[in-house]
């Protein structure tokens, strides 16, 4: 257990550099691990090289639930890691990871950010919070099973084959910032493209694909996971193109 726990790290290298396309499967161990961490503020300008950079981890300790909330981490690059960000719990006890702040760098690998169910958790990882992330190069960018009432801000994507895939069930309402996202972005669990869970929040400008003409300024999901939009002024590219449901002010508001 680590409580109130302060360290800077300027690089943390598990197996060095050696491909441009590395076996992520090979790959062992984690860089940084807080388990039933509280209250720690961690840094770390690099981690590179291992099957986790970057864990949160609940685990039971004296036969009680136990779990990591209220740290801090900032990183600078987390770079050819099979996972970048893990939030997991062992599969002993109902443990958790919340109320945590994470704040990037650049994340490029295979995942960038991993949220997976211990087998006896029952409180979904909620309130954590995800600042200024690019996913960069990754086969998949955001993919979490059990995240609820989570805030992701800034987040950037380019060259990501899967970008946010919060898969069903108990993950949904999920609150994203940032200035403009494509649709494309958003795959469901069920995979089903430009599709999310639940009762997901997006504030910015939602981007129609290919044409990436703005379908939305503001946009929320329902219970099937299908973006509804709110725009200022009808389109007729914007009904085309996108594979929201779009509504518009103009329509909608009082005309003298």
């Known amino acids: 257990m680590c409580i109130n726990l302060c360290v800077y790290l300027e690089g943390v290298v598990g197996v060095p550099w050696y491909s441009d396309n590395p076996n992520y499967a090979s790959l062992l161990g984690s860089g940084i691990t807080l388990d039933n961490g509280g209250g720690a503020n961690v840094v770390a300008q690099f981690v590179s090289g291992f099957k986790n950079g970057i864990v949160l981890k609940g685990s039971m300790t004296d036969g009680k639930a136990n779990g990591s909330q209220y740290n801090k981490v900032q990183f600078g690059y987390l770079y050819q890691n099979a996972v970048g960000i893990l939030l997991t719990t062992d599969d002993t006890g109902t443990n958790w990871v919340n109320e945590n702040t994470i704040t990037g760098g ?7 950010l991993l949220a997976v169910k211990g087998a006896q958790q029952t409180d979904p990882y909620n309130g954590n919070k995800f600042y200024n ?10 993919d979490t099973s059990f995240f609820k009432f989570n805030y992701i801000i800034s987040p950037r ?18 609150t994203i910032v940032a200035t403009a996202l494509k649709e494309s972005v958003f795959v469901s669990g069920t ?10 929040v997006f ?9 990436q003409v703005t379908s939305g300024e503001y946009s929320f ?24 449901r779009v509504l518009s002010l103009t329509d909608l508001l009082h005309k003298p």
């Open 157 to 174: 994507f380019e060259q990501v084959q899967n970008g946010i895939n919060f898969r069903g069930g108990w993950s949904s309402d999920n």
């Open 133 to 142: 992330i690019g996913f960069e190069g990754l086969v998949n960018g955001i």
């Open 221 to 244: 999901a329902d219970q099937d996971g299908r973006f509804i939009s709110v725009n200022m002024a009808p389109s007729s590219t914007v009904n085309t193109e996108s594979k929201s």
């Open 191 to 200: 995979g089903t493209d430009y599709r999310t869970a639940p009762r997901t």
């Open 106 to 112: 650049r994340i490029a690998g295979e995942t960038g």
């Open 203 to 211: 504030f910015g400008k939602l981007l129609t694909n290919p044409g």
